[in-house]
T-cell receptor, first 113, second 116 residues
Framework: AQSVTQLGSHVSVSEGALVLLRCNYS??????LFWYVQYPNQGLQLLLK??????LVKGINGFEAEFKKSETSFHLTKPSAHMSDAAEYFC???????????FGGGTRVLVKP | GAGVSQSPSNKVTEKGKDVELRCDPI?????LYWYRQRLGQGLEFLIY????????KSGLPSDRFSAERTGESVSTLTIQRTQQEDSAVYLC??????????????FGPGTRLTVT
């Protein structure tokens, strides 16, 4: 069975500072990996995904993530936080031949001015 | 184009009552998913529809939960005899297909269910 662990349910960063959200997964086979963002009272929006190929993936809004197979990690980063980045972020995995997503518990990001 | 829509956006019901939640997927998307998001937690998979194939019901938590989908359009999630632990946001998602070639699921805004 697959599982996803997001370290830290809440993260507080200052505007302009680095955003780092951690995601580790367990899977018996190499999975597809995703980061979603959820703004208040909205559905989830895909930030970026890793399927195959280059392990450093760039997404929307200046976010990027790196797949590290040896560490079973897919951490999300953004060099400089903006107030609009305040939201909840979810890491998810899916088997390459599968369909359903398995989500982590989410990390809520607060951006301080 | 229009995204995934869900109705109602909020539903308050008394314990023991039945509720129906509706999802309209993006036109042309053959795959449809239901997830549940309890307060402060990640999303839990409930059920998956792909075309005319038998649905994957492996995530349904009990036999009080059921879902239907008419062709490749609207889906309804029904919860019978609701319990307080059913209180959550129910999210629907759709994708072009559910096969290995399809990667992105598009999510609706969710229905917030409160059981009193």
């Amino acid at each position: 069975a697959q599982s996803v662990t997001q370290l830290g349910s809440h993260v507080s960063v200052s505007e302009g500072a680095l955003v780092l959200l951690r995601c580790n997964y367990s899977s018996s086979v190499p999975p597809y990996l995703f980061w979603y963002v959820q703004y208040p009272n909205q559905g989830l929006q895909l930030l970026l995904k890793y399927t195959t190929g280059a392990t450093l993936v760039k997404g929307i809004n200046g976010f990027e993530a790196e797949f590290k197979k040896s560490e079973t990690s897919f951490h999300l980063t953004k060099p400089s936080a903006h107030m609009s980045d305040a939201a909840e972020y979810f890491c998810a995995v899916r088997k390459a031949a599968g369909n359903k997503l398995t989500f982590g518990g989410g990390t809520r990001v607060l951006v301080k001015p | 184009g229009a995204g995934v829509s869900q109705s109602p956006s909020n539903k308050v019901t008394e314990k023991g009552k039945d509720v129906e939640l509706r999802c309209d997927p993006i036109s042309g998307h053959t795959a449809l998913y239901w997830y549940r998001q309890r307060l402060g937690q990640g999303l839990e998979f409930l059920i998956y529809f792909q075309g005319n194939s038998a649905p994957d019901k492996s995530g349904l938590p009990s036999d009080r939960f059921s879902a239907e989908r008419t062709g490749e359009s609207v889906s309804t999630l029904t919860i019978q005899r609701t319990q307080q632990e059913d209180s959550a946001v129910y999210l629907c998602a759709s994708s072009l297909d559910g096969g290995a070639g399809s990667h992105e699921q598009y999510f609706g805004p969710g229905t917030r269910l409160t059981v009193t």
